[in-house]
């Protein structure tokens, strides 16, 4: 298993503004990702974090709105550039581990809401 | 990725066995089934996973239909602790999971 931390654990934050998150790993991963949770919704990937390249985002995310970093393989941050109230979600951070990847460990999640 | 279907709530007493189904007429051979749940105000925490045969760990088992078009997790015995969303997820290889809505389960005390 791994130890993922978040910050902050929350915010709340004035519509125009960005807000960048941290996540650390206690141990050195190759695959991270980012997730959006809406308020009384299921999870959305909004992209994959890859250390030493670009981001992979998914369909209806842009880097412009969501910039990625991923300088070491147990760090990474988003962005939430210029926010709306719509904004307002729960940003989480996991890593794949297990013998193929195959296992997701998430952190506590980022609570944030946009005034 | 393949489509799962999950009842949206289901109520359990504690102390008693609880059977959460998933449907995934469509899975495909390569698929994995992966079972998460989300505790109130937390993150996702990875409850088990299998492929073809029946799989137990320390947190629940996995029951998986012989043709792989359902499955099943159980939880022994429901404690309050287990109230949560769970999510049945088919998964290949190393790549992401794509949540649907889970099922939330309630436990009576």
């Known amino acids: 298993s791994a130890v993922i931390s978040q910050k902050p654990s929350r915010d709340i934050c004035q519509r125009g503004t960005s807000l960048t998150i941290q996540c650390q790993v206690d141990s050195q991963v190759t695959m991270m990702f980012w997730y959006r949770q809406q308020p009384g919704q299921s999870l959305t990937l909004i992209a994959t974090a890859n250390q030493g390249s670009e981001a992979t985002y998914e369909s209806g995310f842009v880097i412009d709105k969501f910039p990625i970093s991923r300088p070491n393989l147990t760090f990474s941050t988003l962005t939430v550039s210029n926010m709306s109230p719509e904004d307002s979600s729960i940003y989480l951070c996991s890593v794949a581990l297990g013998t193929y990847e195959e296992t997701q460990y998430f952190g506590p999640g980022t609570r944030l809401l946009v005034l | 990725d393949a489509k799962t279907t999950q009842p949206n709530s289901m109520e359990s007493n504690e102390e008693e066995p609880v059977h959460l189904p998933c449907n995934h007429s469509t899975i495909s051979g390569t698929d994995y089934i992966h079972w998460y749940r989300q505790l109130p105000s937390q993150g996702p925490e990875y409850v088990i996973h299998g492929l073809t045969s029946n799989v137990n760990n320390r947190m629940a088992s996995l029951a998986i239909a012989e043709d792989r078009k359902s499955?099943?997790?159980?939880?022994?015995?429901?404690?309050?602790?287990?109230?949560?969303?769970?999510?049945?997820?088919?998964?290949?290889?190393?790549?992401?999971?794509?949540?649907?809505?889970?099922?939330?389960?309630?436990?009576?005390?």
């Not at chain 2, 997790?73 to 429901?78: E, F, Q, S, W």
């Not at chain 2, 109230?83 to 649907?100: D, P, S, W």
């Open chain 2, 71 to 109: 499955s099943t997790l159980i939880l022994h015995r429901a404690t309050l602790r287990d109230a949560a969303v769970y999510y049945c997820i088919l998964k290949t290889g190393a790549n992401n999971l794509f949540f649907g809505t889970g099922t939330r389960l309630t436990v009576i005390p």
